[in-house]
């Protein structure tokens, strides 16, 4: 063979190893096969078939509608897309890195399947709007999946809470006591948190609740397209209102990896807590043994490995933030394959925020109080130096002189070893004379939590009532 027909015969070869039917026409070589399993993303995207295959249902029908596509043609598609996707929910069907994304994958399947009419199907749009689509799409119900399982928890938690609002345990600022507190208003600052949260994932779907569809690459397209009629069948609220956003943007991505940030420091924190309270030093809860692990060495140990663990995942869940923080910086308009890179931080925050959450709403309800120890712990380091001080007020002393006072009052329980409440009428009234019996309504931890009685108080009669007002909303 002479040189120039062996050049030939290669290039010949190498046209038709050329895999990628979807965009092989101006290529002379086959992909790299290193590269291609580099760009490739159906390894990860795969996940939102389903979502791919409604986004595809709801486009054929629209072309159908707008007399681009035929009835024969539509009723054969969405038959075929049928097909693919009893294949893939069965394990039937061949992902195959080589056809790159699940968009690819599918629509190749299609293809297969039914043939040309499958060919028609990506008319007027393109894998740009598409992948919008679709994980505008995915992540809208795991959002859903996300606000039921905080919800769950906080039902745990506000059972928890009625439960032990009497419970008296010491509140802390610098993690030193400060003032006694109930439990179940400890337990209800977690539930509020939640609130929280589960009010920003709402807020983000809302947001993201938009249509990209029709976006096409990031021009729009010049069919006659009924952006409204996709945009219904999806369930989105509107069509968006520029091309080139609805295939660039990541936002939503990033405001729900946000979301989901600040619930896992919220849940870091309720685990920090879960920590201390279960030490030996502490010894204020015990948690059950189905959500503890022990040592291989120490044959003693009972280790809080559920919050620790919650607690660690955080630092993954803030990195995601950060990587599509980053992904998304300086991008210019419109879509870079940078984006691609969008849905393993992605997938993994939604993994990781369901698997934290499972934990939690089964772990909570089953905390066990040791109630002796949080009230003995309460009585430790003058909770109720405070009360004294107010009492001293309502006894027209200004408040100043009467922190001066209960100072003093402190200086000589420590010196004694004595709490305030232990300290007799005689020694009190030393450092004031304003000081009558009625002293130890207020010295007591019981009188204490009972005193602060208002919207938003620790007073056993608010926790019942935060618990009502939370149950029925
Ligand atoms: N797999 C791609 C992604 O996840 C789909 C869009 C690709 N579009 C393109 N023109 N390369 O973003």
Redesign the pocket.
Known sequence: MKAAEQIMSDKKQKISKVKNASWGGRFSEQTDAFVEAFTA?VQF?QRMYKQDIAGSRAHAKMLNKIAVLSDTDLDTILKGLDKVETEIETGQFEWSVAL????MNIEARLTALVGDAGKRLHTGR???D??ATDIRLYLREQIAYIINEIERLQQGILDVAEREAETIMPGFTHLQVAQPVTFGHHLMAWYEMLKRDASRFDDGSQRMNISPLGAA?LAGTSYPIDRAFTARELGFSAPSQNSLDSVSDRDFAIEFCSSAAILLVHMSRMSEELVIWSSAQFDFIELPDRFCTGSSIMPQKKNPDVPELVRGKTGRINGNLISLLTLMKSQPLA?N?D??E??EPLFDTVDTVLGCLRAFADMVPAIHCKHDNMYNAAKQGFSTATDLADYLVRKSLPFRDAHEVVGNAVAKGVKEGKDLSELTLEELQQFSDKIEGDVFDVLTLEGSVASRDHTGGTAPVQVRKAVAIARKA
């Open positions: 993303s995207d790159e994304d699940v968009h393109s894998r740009n598409q992948v690459a879509y394959k984006n691609q969008d849905k």
